[in-house]
């Protein structure tokens, strides 16, 4: 958080990718040891509150303030906090809805983090007063995916008994991981981000096929 509002943003980011491997790494043993109770759940979702939510939000901060157009009231960057007050929205409701056991419903907020710490890397890319109004839509845009009511697929697999059946049932993910893998090699570490962008994508295309019963998860 102080690196992003200090303006070095890049170097966030890779914080908050780090931030996601460990995310990753607590859930995975936590379920590899048994090891659930109330106490860490809350404890996991303050963790994400602060790496996905408030550290994000600084990186749009500094951004906006960074890239202020002339005319744009002074007050404009603060409006990137909004991220964290829906981030920290949806991690209670995942805490107290009992239908994302196995997927999730909304924008899950290591996700929304990673498309964010994209930004910092388009600054060579393009035009700054285009990011600038890039980075400002970002955030009503993630607001709402963060808590609206998309049925969007998990990353966690279960062995099956058949690679055909592997595939069906996961070709959500596997499509993921090749839009993903394409992205970063044509991309860089942007394309990490392009690839959460994919993820909201897929799951758009692939909760009519959820609802319909003709694909499940």
Avoid: H
């Avoid at 969007?152 to 099956?160: C, P, R, V, W």
């Avoid at 993903?180 to 942007?190: C, E, K, Y």
């Amino acid at each position: 958080m102080v690196l992003a509002i200090e303006g070095d943003t890049a170097t966030a980011a890779y914080f908050i990718f780090a931030a996601a491997v460990f995310d990753f790494c607590d859930g995975f043993a936590a379920r590899l040891l048994n090891a659930r109770s109330q106490l860490g759940l809350q404890l996991d979702s303050l963790a994400d509150a602060l790496s996905f939510g408030a550290a994000p939000s600084a990186m749009i901060y500094s951004l906006l303030r960074q890239g202020l157009p002339d005319g744009w009231p002074v007050f404009a960057p603060f409006l990137a906090f909004l991220i964290v007050v829906f981030s920290a929205l949806r991690l209670a409701k995942f805490n107290i809805d009992e239908r994302q056991s196995e997927s999730f419903i909304g924008l899950p907020t290591p996700a929304c983090a990673l498309i964010i710490c994209g930004l910092p890397f388009m600054q060579n890319r393009i035009d700054g007063e285009i990011l600038f109004y890039l980075t400002a839509a970002l955030i009503p845009i993630l607001s709402f995916l963060l808590i609206c009511e998309l049925p969007m697929f998990s990353l966690k697999i279960k062995k099956q008994n058949s690679f055909s059946a592997f595939a069906r049932k996961y070709l959500p993910q596997i499509l993921l991981l090749i839009f993903t893998a394409t992205f970063l090699i044509l991309f860089g570490i942007l394309g990490l981000s392009l690839g959460i962008a994919s993820y909201i994508l897929l799951s758009a295309v692939f909760a009519r096929f959820l609802k319909s019963g003709k694909c499940r998860n």
